[in-house]
């Protein structure tokens, strides 16, 4: 790949690319932190039909309604990032995947960044496992505060400790 990385807002003919990324993210990043039948064969499947769900749901109006942010280098998705309004006003940064391979190379930052941007001026959260080293040290490299340690709960009975970050409403003047 050659050209230029972009961001764009996706919608619902990106569930199966993102969900494809999505599966093969998570493979890769968790391998080793959650348990290996999480991370199983049924997991493709699965996420096709979550991101197939969170794509086609009328969620009763732009500020209810979540965001995809969809990363792509010569037309294939490198990375995405859903953004999901919070009654509280804040935004949490639900998922941020970059496909395997591609990490360390900028995709992260240009979606982070692109979710901040699209925050402002709410604060953005996130939720990262504790162990998930590589993806904590880069929040905190890009200016994220830890605000909150707690457990989180996944499939299959699991839980696993995870960290919140914030970026306080300052995406549209971040760096």
Known sequence: MSGPITVRTGGRDDATAVADLHAASQRTA????????ALGDGMPAERRAIWELRLEVD???PEHTPTLLIAEQ???????????PE?????LLDNLHVRPGRTGGGV???LLH?????????????????????????YEREGGLRTDERTGFFPGGHELPEYEYSWPGTGAQRS
Request: one cysteine or more; aromatic letters at 10%.
């Open 30 to 37: 968790y391998a080793g932190i959650v348990p290996a039948e």
């Open 59 to 61: 969620y009763g109006g």
């Open 74 to 84: 010569d037309g294939e998705p490198v990375g995405f990032a859903y953004l999901v």
């Open 87 to 91: 009654p509280d006003g804040r935004a």
């Open 108 to 110: 992260g930052r240009l």
């Open 114 to 138: 692109a979710a901040l941007e699209r925050a402002a001026p709410a604060t953005l959260r996130l939720e990262v496992l504790c162990d998930n080293r590589r993806a904590v040290a880069f």
